[in-house]
């Protein structure tokens, strides 16, 4: 299958007109009626939506059937989450019906031994005779904020609040858990989600499918959380000819990590070596931990990419000059001596403590903000800022705005941490949808990162 076709074919589990949940029933606790409430009453999904149970009874007003095969009408997904020992004989029954694309939510499967490997070579055949594309087995599902379509199992109302707020980054994440993670965190950030999906264990749509689906849509980021790579090769040669930034969280680096992985997902975590060559040579950005699949992506839809490692910081505060310096000296960022010409221009605004690299600011009215840092960005010697400015008064917020107009018109980035409380940096970034970060260390990794996407993009074009 070329790309192209399977990219059509994989559109229907974002996009589908009409959905199926297999197991879906008002048995209390019931975790196939939480997709069907979400579909109806959180997200008015438009299209038809059937409940699938022994008792064909309705289902959040959606009609019941005992089979798949007694809908009168065709079906765009299913949704399978029930007992692991049915899901075989669903899937059949979904293949005899003209259903092509499943997810299979269920656990049960090649992570619980010898049995459930049975039951995954079941569904393997029956997918490969009726030419299904599935997601799983042991995933969460699939959630597209452009369409307000999700089949999460468990979805909450809160939830709604992220469909409120579309964004740029789409998400491949092996565990459901660190989904709702992402999902909640960045209801605090000013970055949304584009699409997310969860592949658990992956025997079918993998992440370099996923990469390439991904490659193709209207997503400015891809981030990934992975316990294991199912073909290595097949994912270096799909990043290589992406151009969008591609961002993986990889658990199982020590010996307990990868027993940890092989019991939640059946994936042998790889080796961790061979996988951080891979990323280097495939151009993919690693991250160092789970928060950075929320936090870091603002920085490579927000601004343009680092292009050089001569930083500038800025402060309104001399000892977060002293700090960012050694933070981004051990982060391999340069802070470069101002050229002659450049530290002539800043003598000449009046209020500047010092005008040496970090520039120290005193008191000073939002003009000679603007006023300086535009010297600093135009400078040729310098390739990106640091922007440290406590937010002391209401005006910083109006200089931070334009301060992000300039680096579009210089090309050149500025990572902005304000020296406030976490619930105060929350606060100013979701009101005014600026991207802040929470941390010094998390504005200086930011540059890290965007100048590492800036030298893999030289690399692709080779």
């Not at 800025?314 to 982060?331: C, R």
Request: hydrophobic residues 40%; neutral net charge; glycine residues 8%.
């Amino acid at each position: 299958m070329n790309v192209k076709t399977q990219n059509i074919q994989l559109e229907k589990f974002f996009n589908p007109d009409s959905v199926a949940v297999i197991g879906a029933s008002n048995t209390p606790f019931n975790l196939g009626a939480t997709i069907c409430n979400a579909l109806k009453h959180y997200l008015e999904f438009p299209g038809p939506v059937v409940a699938i149970n022994r008792k064909a009874e309705e289902v959040s007003d959606y009609p019941g059937y005992s089979s798949v095969k007694d809908v009168p009408h065709d079906i765009d997904l299913a949704v399978i989450i029930t007992p692991a020992s049915v899901v075989p004989a669903f899937v059949k029954q979904c293949g005899e019906k003209g259903i092509r694309n499943i997810v299979i939510e269920s656990a049960g499967f090649s992570e619980q031994g010898a049995e459930g490997k049975k039951l995954q070579m079941e569904i393997n055949d029956y997918a490969k005779q009726y030419g299904i594309r599935f997601l799983g087995p042991n995933c969460l599902g699939v959630m597209n904020n452009v369409s307000r379509f999700c089949c999460f199992y468990g979805a909450y109302d809160g939830m709604v609040n992220a469909f409120n707020k579309a964004g740029g980054v789409s998400y491949v994440i092996q565990s459901g858990g660190v989904g709702v993670v992402i999902f909640e965190s960045l209801m605090d950030d000013m970055q949304g989600i584009n699409k997310m999906v969860s592949i658990g264990n992956k025997t079918d749509v993998d992440e370099a499918d996923l990469l390439d689906y991904f490659n193709s849509d209207n997503t400015q980021v891809i981030s990934m959380y992975l316990e294991n790579v199912a073909n290595g090769i097949k994912l270096m040669n799909v990043a290589r000819r992406v151009r969008k930034p591609i961002m993986i969280f990889k658990s199982g680096r020590t010996e307990a990590g990868t027993a940890a992985a092989l019991s939640h997902t059946a994936g042998m975590a790889n080796n961790d070596v061979v996988f951080d060559s891979m990323c280097r040579q495939a151009g993919i950005i690693r991250l160092k931990s789970i928060s950075e699949l929320y936090s870091l992506p603002k920085m490579l839809t927000e601004m343009p990419l680092l292009r050089g490692n001569r930083i500038a910081a800025f402060t309104n505060s001399g000892a977060f000059g002293s700090i960012s310096a050694d933070i981004m000296t051990e982060a391999g960022l340069t802070i470069p001596r101002f050229s002659p010409e450049t530290r002539e221009k800043l003598s000449k605004i009046k209020g500047v403590f010092n005008i040496n690299n970090p520039v120290d600011i005193g008191p000073a009215l939002p003009q000679v903000y603007l006023d300086l840092i535009d010297i600093i960005l135009a400078a040729p010697e310098i390739d990106g800022l640091l922007l440290m400015s406590s937010i002391w008064r209401d005006f910083i917020i109006d200089v931070i705005k334009e301060v992000m107009k300039m680096c579009k018109h210089y090309d050149k980035p500025a990572a902005i941490y304000t020296p406030n409380s976490i619930s105060r940096i929350i606060s100013v970034r979701k009101q005014f949808n600026i991207p802040i970060f929470d941390s010094l260390e998390e504005a200086v990794r930011a540059l890290v990162v965007s100048y590492e996407q800036f030298r893999y993009l030289r690399k692709k074009e080779r």
